[in-house]
């Protein structure tokens, strides 16, 4: 960091700066640093500051704040920046149809890709089974509960009742699917959007209840509506699901990957699938079912 004094120190070194009423210590004495104008304290700090890109959805914007807040619980600065992905612009049709997982990531890797961002924070679940070169994910949060539910305001609905019309709303290809198999008198509506979004359309009469993973009901505190927990043994969750995947360009310094990783757990706990073998493994097995698991 440098000024018009020649005022030069490294960003390694962490400094901080203290000039009260005109007098300097030992160490400011000898770098000689700023002219005191009738100023109490200047204190420079320097210090890593992680940026870190999010998507701007409440759900989004709540995991990348826990991110943040572990970050600065170990001693950094963090500097939010928030966005809107493709995935969160279209919503007129399902994910499937507009394309890969990167829906919601390409935008948020761009960011890493040119150095705006250090990290950028994702649903795990939305990460592409294979990343694009030149990213990688650096660590994962623990995991909460992995399971699908179904949230309505009835709560006397039951989905085994086959004398009413039950019609949940879900875009997601795999749902649908659990759905019909299990479920197979239940009607699909196709929904999409956050999941504030989501449950307004069912309020105003789209569907009588929506399919939705536990994590995000939980954190948005709309827990109180779950009115169905699908097994997990049935109704399999995605890889990932319940999990916040922190990623990076490969390019990151060292410095500000090794302040990144111990916020959060490299493995993810209470694993769905293949519950012994290692994370990254895990993630490259879930390939073998990627027609499945990756549809959202």
Same mark, same amino acid.
């Given at each position: 960091?440098?000024n018009?004094?020649?005022?030069? #120190?490294s960003?390694?070194s962490?400094?901080?700066l203290?000039?009260s009423?005109?007098?300097?210590?030992a160490?400011?004495e000898?770098i000689n640093?700023?002219q005191?104008?009738n100023l109490?304290?200047?204190?420079?700090?320097?210090?890593?500051?992680?940026?870190?890109g999010?998507?701007?959805s409440?759900?989004?914007m709540?995991?990348?704040d826990?991110?943040?807040a572990?970050?600065e619980?170990?001693?950094m600065?963090?500097?939010i920046?928030?966005m809107e992905?493709?995935g969160?612009k279209?919503?007129?049709v399902s994910?499937?149809?507009?394309?890969s997982?990167?829906?919601?990531t390409?935008?948020?890797e761009?960011?890493?890709?040119n150095?705006t961002t250090?990290?950028?924070?994702h649903?795990?679940k939305?990460?592409?089974?294979?990343?694009?070169?030149?990213?990688?994910?650096?660590?994962?949060t623990d995991?909460?509960?992995?399971?699908?539910?179904?949230?309505?305001?009835?709560?006397n609905?039951?989905?085994?009742?086959?004398?009413?019309?039950?019609?949940?709303g879900t875009?997601?290809?795999?749902r649908i699917?659990?759905l019909?198999?299990f479920?197979?008198h239940?009607?699909?509506?196709?929904?999409r959007g956050n999941?504030?979004?989501?449950i307004?359309k069912?309020?105003a009469?789209?569907?009588?209840?929506?399919?939705?993973?536990?994590?995000?009901v939980?954190r948005?505190?709309?827990d109180d509506m779950i009115?169905?927990?699908?097994s997990e043994d049935?109704? #399999?969750?995605?890889v990932?699901?319940g999990?916040?995947?922190i990623?990076?360009?490969?390019t990151i310094?060292?410095d500000?990957?090794?302040?990144?990783?111990?916020?959060?757990?490299?493995? #993810?706990?209470?694993?769905?699938?293949?519950p012994?073998?290692?994370?990254c493994?895990?993630?490259r097995a879930?390939v073998?079912?990627l027609?499945?698991a990756?549809?959202?």
């Amino acid at each position: 960091m440098g000024n018009d004094n020649g005022f030069n #120190i490294s960003l390694q070194s962490c400094l901080f700066l203290s000039i009260s009423c005109g007098k300097m210590t030992a160490i400011e004495e000898k770098i000689n640093p700023l002219q005191v104008n009738n100023l109490q304290t200047i204190r420079i700090d320097i210090m890593t500051t992680i940026h870190i890109g999010s998507r701007k959805s409440k759900l989004a914007m709540w995991q990348t704040d826990t991110v943040a807040a572990m970050l600065e619980k170990s001693g950094m600065e963090t500097q939010i920046s928030s966005m809107e992905t493709k995935g969160d612009k279209i919503l007129d049709v399902s994910i499937a149809k507009i394309g890969s997982k990167g829906v919601f990531t390409e935008e948020l890797e761009d960011q890493l890709s040119n150095g705006t961002t250090d990290i950028a924070v994702h649903s795990a679940k939305d990460m592409q089974s294979i990343l694009p070169s030149g990213f990688e994910l650096i660590a994962f949060t623990d995991r909460e509960k992995s399971n699908d539910v179904l949230v309505s305001r009835n709560t006397n609905l039951d989905l085994t009742d086959t004398n009413k019309p039950i019609r949940v709303g879900t875009s997601s290809v795999r749902r649908i699917a659990l759905l019909k198999h299990f479920y197979p008198h239940v009607e699909t509506v196709e929904m999409r959007g956050n999941l504030q979004t989501r449950i307004q359309k069912m309020d105003a009469g789209d569907c009588d209840a929506l399919m939705l993973a536990y994590a995000g009901v939980k954190r948005m505190e709309y827990d109180d509506m779950i009115v169905k927990t699908f097994s997990e043994d049935e109704f #399999i969750p995605p890889v990932g699901q319940g999990c916040i995947a922190i990623e990076s360009a490969t390019t990151i310094s060292d410095d500000k990957r090794e302040k990144s990783e111990p916020a959060s757990t490299i493995l #993810i706990q209470n694993p769905v699938c293949l519950p012994n073998v290692p994370i990254c493994e895990r993630w490259r097995a879930a390939v073998l079912y990627l027609p499945l698991a990756w549809q959202y």
